[in-house]
């Protein structure tokens, strides 16, 4: 069961590519960009704007540098570093294996941005080369798809959500935009789905679905009583109507109130912390200025309950 759980599925047709550097493609539609380097040259696949695009990358043109590799900002001819960012720029670049999917430029390999149009390098993998995973609540395949641009893994069967661990917070961020809009409109609020499986009663560990380790129970923010299942290594498990009570949950205002108490938490732990760092270097060099004293020996002459009392009161204090 644990080595068939671990398995996973690449639907056929895609390979690994020993070509080094990113072969962009974009779409003419949408100008979604799209990382084709492990893929067939020649095959085609489904754009997520319902575009079927090919996996050809285009040929290479020298370009004159006009924009600032590392932030997009226009650059000028005699420019040696980014007024904005103030990166290097490099006017006579060395041949990289990057080309711009829109003007065919060649960049350096490590650059975000165009050097002659400017378009930010924004690369996505096609949703047939994302491996398929097994459900963690009812074993089911759960193909990828998207959400908001935003790629994901649905259950087909009890439409839980699988979200990595990079998009996590956009989805949420995502769906309470969604909530407040329908808000805002007079619109009730609607599921995401109708009879998909609900949150688990009482506890319940389930198995991350990337690498079949026991996901850890969360509440979302520590005062939603939203319980999500996470892994630390790869992201985070949704049942069917846990993203709608996240974004009700942020929108009711609570949210805020938990991020203002947590920080209030962290500010006293802090507080305490430091606290006690000052009494124990207070204890050490009170104890260092006379060897031979210590809480059951008193210095010759002194009164010992004395000694004690201003000990506690050094302590309390």
Not at 31 to 45: I, L
Not at 85 to 111: F, H, K, T, W, Y
Not at 226 to 240: F, N, S
Request: hydrophobic share 35%; aromatic share 4%.
């Amino acid at each position: 069961m644990q080595a068939r759980r671990r398995e996973c599925r690449v639907k056929r047709g895609f390979g690994s590519s020993d070509t080094p550097g990113v072969k962009l493609i974009a779409c003419t539609e949408c100008h979604a960009q799209y990382d084709v380097t492990p893929m067939v040259p020649g095959s085609e696949f489904d754009c997520r704007c319902g575009a079927v695009l090919e996996a050809t990358p285009p040929m290479a043109s020298e370009a004159m540098v006009r924009r600032c590799t590392a932030c997009g900002a226009v650059a000028k001819d005699s420019d040696e570093t980014c007024e904005y960012c103030r990166a290097e720029i490099v006017q006579l670049p060395q041949r990289g294996s990057l080309i711009c999917p829109e003007c065919m430029a060649r960049n350096l390999d490590d650059a975000r941005f165009c050097l002659a149009c400017g378009i930010a390098f924004e690369p996505q993998i096609p949703l047939q080369n994302v491996p398929e995973l097994r459900c963690p609540c009812c074993e089911r395949w759960m193909a990828a798809s998207e959400v908001a641009g935003l790629l994901v893994h649905e259950c087909p069967k009890c439409h839980g959500l699988w979200a990595p661990d990079d998009v996590f917070g956009s989805l949420v961020d995502r769906a309470t935009t969604v909530a407040r809009e329908r808000a805002a409109r007079g619109e009730e609020a609607a599921p995401r789905v109708e009879g998909g499986n609900p949150a688990a009663q009482g506890v319940e560990y389930r198995r991350c679905p990337a690498c079949d380790a026991l996901m850890g129970r969360r509440n979302f923010r520590k005062r939603s009583g939203v319980i999500v299942d996470r892994c630390h290594e790869h992201g985070t498990w949704l049942d069917a109507h846990e993203l709608e009570r996240i974004a009700g949950f942020v929108l009711s205002g609570r949210a805020a109130s938990a991020a203002s108490a947590e920080r209030r938490a962290r500010d006293d732990r802090e507080r305490q912390a430091a606290r006690a760092a000052a009494i124990r270097l207070q204890t050490r060099d009170s104890g260092s200025r006379d060897p031979d004293s210590s809480i059951f020996s008193t210095r010759r002459g002194s009164d010992p309950v004395a000694s004690i009392l201003d000990l506690l009161v050094s302590i309390l204090n």
